[in-house]
Every structure is written in structure tokens, then in C-alpha cells.
């Protein structure tokens, strides 16, 4: 478990902020990639002095919306069937289309905002604001606000988390094996109801 752990801290500093707006796309788009482990270690790196905290920030949020922009237009231009009908290959079901969907219908446009700061919610929320054809500049407001606070958050959590070095691996320990049980338990729920269908 260290050696991911390093890996991780090693990997967000080679990449740099580069690196940060790219796993933050990719976890604001399709594929679910958790921010957790992207936005902590950059804070910590930050702590180390190693990156600017706030162009952290920054391109952490640029990278979310970029993510969340690629979910609006694939929903705006394919629609809800072909998101359906392709998005089982990233175990995206109906049923979670339809979840999203709910929610989006029972708060309307700020649910952009708001479940910026759901997880699994994050990722999909832009998909029924693209279907629904929501505004661009609105969505983007909305978007931008909620995932500032999210990124905002974790890196502030990994910059002051940096003061005890023991504790952020301890903490970042929790993260991965909680992740890696979830995408595990997630797999098999996938193949299950693959087999009962």
C-alpha cells in the first residue's frame, strides 16, 4: 500500500499541473477517477512547496468543468439513448441515468451546483443538463462553484494534512483501499446483473 501511496505523490508532481487539469477531466467525465486522490497529494505537495497551492486549485477546477463540459455536449448532441446504449462500458446503467435524471428534475438547474459535491453524482450531473439543454453560461457557473468548493476542500485538506506527513498517509491509505473495494464491489454488481439480463 505505500508503494501505491508514492506512487501517487510521485506521479501528481512529475505531471504537475498538467497533470492535475488531465485526471481532473477524467474525473468529471465518463470515467469515473476519484479527485480524492488527485487534489490531497497536491495539496501536500503544495505544503512541501513543491507546487503552488493556488494554480493547484486552479487547474483543478479547470479540469472538472473540462470534464463536465465533455458530459453536457455528448448529452446535448447524442441524447439519452445512445449515453444508454455506449455508456454500459463504463458502467453506466440506465438505472443511474434515471437516478441522476430524478434528481436533476427535483432541483433543477442548481443541482449542477449541488451535486458537484455528491459523489457518483459528480460525475453524471451534467448529462441531464445537456439532455434538458440548460443553459451554457449558467451550467458553467453552477459547475465552476461546486467543484471550486470540492477542489478547494481536498487540496486544503491535503495542504494542512502536509503538517503531519504520518496522518496524510494514514488518511490516503483509508482512500485507496476504500476506492479499491468499491470499484471491486462495483464490478461485481456490473456482472451479476449482466448475467441476470
Known amino acids: 500500500m505505500q508503494t501505491i501511496i508514492d506512487f501517487i505523490l510521485e506521479s501528481v508532481g512529475d505531471l504537475g499541473y498538467f497533470g492535475i487539469f488531465v485526471m481532473m477531466l477524467l474525473e468529471s467525465s465518463f470515467i469515473p477517477f476519484p ?30 468543468l473540462s470534464g463536465a463540459l465533455i458530459n453536457y455536449f455528448l448529452a446535448l448532441y447524442f441524447g439519452r439513448e445512445i449515453l444508454i446504449k455506449y455508456g454500459k462500458y463504463f458502467f453506466f ?35 441531464p443538463a445537456g439532455i434538458g439543454k440548460m443553459n451554457l453560461p449558467l451550467f458553467c457557473f453552477y459547475t465552476l462553484l461546486g467543484a471550486g468548493i470540492w477542489v478547494i476542500i481536498l487540496t486544503t ?41
Open 93 to 127: 446503467q440506465e438505472s443511474t441515468m434515471k437516478k441522476i435524471e430524478a434528481f436533476f428534475t427535483k432541483h433543477g438547474n442548481i443541482s449542477t451546483f449541488s451535486g458537484r459535491l455528491i459523489p457518483v453524482v459528480r460525475q453524471y450531473i451534467s448529462l
Open 157 to 197: 485538506l491535503g495542504y494542512f494534512l502536509g503538517q503531519n506527513e504520518e496522518l496524510l498517509k494514514q488518511y490516503l491509505h483509508f482512500i485507496i483501499l476504500s476506492i479499491l473495494v468499491l470499484v471491486g464491489f462495483g464490478i461485481l454488481i456490473y456482472i451479476y446483473k449482466q448475467k441476470k439480463s
Open 35 to 64: 479527485s480524492e486522490i488527485v487534489m490531497i497529494p497536491a495539496g501536500y505537495l503544495a505544503h512541501k512547496g513543491e507546487i503552488n497551492f493556488f494554480l493547484a486549485i486552479f487547474f483543478g477546477i479547470l479540469g472538472s
